[in-house]
């Protein structure tokens, strides 16, 4: 079952403002990844974050984990319209090598 | 970088027609690789993992002789949808590792959008 939610389920914002996406989790984790989806297409792959991590970032990616919290956050600056898609929080299952999924945040960047 | 290839991108097929999906992993090996499947909308759902040289570990309700499952090389697995019906229309992904099952990130085919009519 689907471990992860994430809020809001949904958000639209204007060029050039931040994007934030949240993400909550139930159990222990080795690590918490985020993925983007464009309509139609496979995932991409765009941080991944140890559990003795706390921040991270990559480019215009900023991603904070609170284990204690169960919590993730994934910030977007400075957007642009190409960011418009799914974004999907995703936790390894163990060390089964599985990935769980949230329920993802559709973004929409609005130029 | 690490790349995964899905094919076919789109099948429309009759009800009853068993259909096969291939993921290859096009520059790197993967031991393991990853079934999902898609709703509209929603959320990947784990269907199976497939282990190379070995049978499919399947999710909680996933019918394996429904979909079946064989991953006979270190860079193929293949999903076959077997008589499939339309409430087997969806969004098929596949994944898979190319290092340690831990602390690595999945890399994704482009889905395959099956439809039964």
């Known amino acids: 079952s689907q471990q992860g939610e994430e809020d809001p389920q949904a958000l639209s914002i204007q060029e050039g403002e931040n994007a934030t996406m949240n993400c909550s989790y139930k159990?222990?984790?080795?690590?918490l990844q985020w993925y983007r989806q464009n309509s139609g297409r496979g995932l991409v792959h765009l941080i991944l974050?140890?559990?003795?991590?706390r921040e991270k970032h990559s480019g215009r990616l900023r991603v904070t984990l609170d284990t204690s919290k169960k919590s993730s956050s994934l910030l977007i600056t400075a957007s642009r319209a190409a960011d418009t898609a799914s974004y999907f929080c995703?936790?390894?299952?163990?060390?089964?090598?599985?990935?769980?999924f949230g329920q993802g945040t559709t973004l929409q960047v609005k130029p | 970088g690490a790349v995964v290839s899905q094919h076919p991108s789109r099948v429309i097929c009759k009800s009853g027609t068993s259909v096969k999906i291939e993921c290859r992993s096009l520059d790197f090996q993967a031991t393991t690789m990853f079934w999902y499947r898609q709703f509209p909308k929603k959320s990947l759902m784990l269907m199976a993992t497939s282990n190379e040289g070995s049978k499919a570990t399947y999710e909680q309700g996933v019918e394996k002789d429904k979909f079946l499952i064989n991953h006979a090389s270190l860079t193929l697995s293949t999903l076959t949808v077997t008589s499939a019906h339309p409430e087997d229309s969806s969004f098929y992904i596949c994944s898979a590792s190319d290092g340690k099952r831990n602390n690595q990130p999945q890399h994704f085919g482009d889905g395959t959008r099956l439809s039964i009519l």
């Open positions: 995703a936790t390894d299952g163990g060390n089964t090598g599985k990935l769980i």
């Open positions: 974050i140890r559990s003795n991590e």
């Open positions: 159990t222990s984790i080795n690590n």
